[in-house]
């Protein structure tokens, strides 16, 4: 695997993180608005408020390491062995 093989599939994963934690927080905004009775028309304001968030912040913090020793994995050519031992969970919001 080259090295531009390898930068592609982190940034893809650290794009589906955080596409992941942008879709909880879209499920979150849509769940308050519906218990408030109200619809929102600027929910991307509401969803640029929660990425400023320490909570948003925090998860895509903590799923880091995991990033980290994925990259650490494939640079040594041993990221099919990682996976198997420690498959990727995303943690609900």
Known sequence: MTTEQRDAIIKLLR??????????????????????????EDWQADLRKIRETEEYRKILRGLEPVISSIERAMAEDRFLEAVAKKPLRIVEC
């Open 15 to 40: 794009d589906y993180i955080r596409t992941s934690a942008d879709y909880r927080a879209l499920v979150a905004i849509l769940d308050s608005e519906q218990k408030n009775q109200r619809v929102s």
